[in-house]
């Protein structure tokens, strides 16, 4: 099972950033602990992915359009941009949306996304805890799909 972590503008300066909305771990520790998540559920290679620009966040989903699942913090971009969710719609990969901030307790701003509608499911407001919720979700879905495409 293969999944992309992407994230986008700004994340890759958690740890310094507002560490009191966004908490005290770097992108490269979340890395890590997803990595070990990973080793303790069957067969899922991961690949990582940060970009501050729009463009290469689409470039990135299109790059792994046969992998089997994405992990996705778009950032500020979650509520402006059309191009990601069209990404993510036109390689129909199964999609989970992270963020590390409770996006509905802060600005009005940040209360629409334009990610969810093309996404399984949303987590928010749990820091970078949600990421590894987001792979054992993805990791149960995705097998349970195996077993009942298998039948
Ligand atoms: C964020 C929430 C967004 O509103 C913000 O622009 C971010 C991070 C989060 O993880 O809480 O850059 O996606």
């Known amino acids: 099972m293969r999944i992309l972590v992407l994230n986008g503008p700004n994340l890759n300066l958690l740890g310094s950033r507002e560490p009191e ?69 036109a390689v129909g990969i199964a999609t989970v949306e992270v963020h590390l901030s409770n996006v509905f307790a802060r600005e009005e701003f940040r209360h629409h996304s334009y990610i969810s509608p093309v996404a399984w499911g949303m987590i928010t407001g749990f820091g970078y805890r949600g990421y ?20």
Do not use: C, K, M
Request: net charge negative.
């Open 21 to 89: 909305i966004y908490g005290l771990e770097t992108l490269a520790d979340i890395e890590a602990l997803l990595r070990n998540e990973a080793a303790d559920l069957e067969d899922i290679e991961l690949a990582f992915v940060q970009s501050n620009h729009e463009g290469a966040l689409v470039d990135a989903i299109q790059e792994h359009r046969d992998w089997d699942g994405l992990i996705i913090n778009a950032g500020a971009l979650t509520h402006t941009s059309i191009a990601i969710p069209d990404a993510i719609s």
């Open 132 to 151: 590894l919720v987001a792979l054992d979700l993805l990791h149960d879905l995705l097998s349970e799909q195996a077993e009942l495409e298998q039948e």
